[in-house]
């Protein structure tokens, strides 16, 4: 299968600790977001890469919160000196600019649910 | 912030049933895309209609755009089973200099019973 892998699937941390999530996403793909998701609600924007570029942070990304893309591949998330509230789902998606890049699809993985004791 | 509001939040019918969800959202859009979530899992795109479109098709899914109301609706026919999942509408928006960050709605929980 070569959708978009998502590790861990789950993490139970306890606050203040740091955690990190991987994605990988469909190898031609040259766009990565992530997004947050918490129960009951919609997935919300966090940031978003083109190849190795980080091109937007919303502004829900605070300081605590760092994300790579080194080599333009996969993509880290770290969460510095967690809060309980950044206990949510985080998902990954990937797309492709090939055609207009207004109408590409996002394709997600499964995502990482982060419970913050 | 969330661009789109799903209606009902909700929604309980029975195998062979149609469902109707709506999305509206706030403001102009290049286009209009419809993801489903199966619970525990990632979104899966369902359907994309362009600004410009009024109407699209794929197998049992309508859906309508009406820039003018800024709402949409995706209809379900012939409801199964399977369809049970959370629907979220999503939405690029115009001008925000960042062409394919997709803003989604609250999602609409649909529950087909046998």
């Known amino acids: 299968d070569t959708g978009v892998s998502q590790n861990p699937r789950h993490k139970i941390t306890k606050r203040g600790q740091n955690v990190t999530f991987r994605c990988d996403p469909i190898?031609?793909?040259?766009?990565l977001y992530w997004y947050r998701q918490t129960l009951g609600q919609g997935p919300e924007f966090l940031t978003y890469?083109?190849?190795?570029?980080?091109?937007?942070k919303s502004r829900l990304l605070s300081d605590r919160f760092s994300a790579e893309r080194p080599k333009g591949s996969f993509s880290t998330l770290e969460i510095q000196r967690t809060e309980q509230g950044d206990s949510a789902m985080y998902l990954c998606?990937?797309?492709?600019?090939?055609?207009?890049?207004?109408?590409?699809?996002?394709?997600f993985g499964n995502g990482t649910r982060l419970t913050v004791t | 912030s969330q661009q789109g509001e799903e209606d009902p939040q909700a929604l309980s019918i029975q195998e062979g049933e149609n469902a109707t969800m709506n999305c509206s959202y706030k403001?102009?859009?290049?286009?209009l895309q419809w993801y489903r979530q199966n619970s525990g899992r990632g979104l899966v795109h369902l359907i994309l209609i362009r600004s410009n479109e009024r109407e699209k098709h794929s197998g049992r899914l309508r859906v309508t755009l009406d820039t003018s109301k800024k709402s949409s609706s995706l209809l379900i026919t012939a409801s199964r089973a399977a369809d049970t999942a959370s629907y979220f509408c999503a939405t690029t928006l115009i001008n925000t200099g960042t062409a394919s960050k997709l803003t989604f709605g609250t999602g609409t929980r649909l529950q087909v019973t046998l």
């Open positions: 998606a990937s797309s492709t600019t090939t055609g207009s890049s207004y109408n590409s699809p996002l394709h």
């Open positions: 890469f083109q190849n190795e570029a980080q091109l937007e």
């Open positions: 403001t102009s859009i290049n286009n």
């Open positions: 190898s031609e793909h040259n766009r």
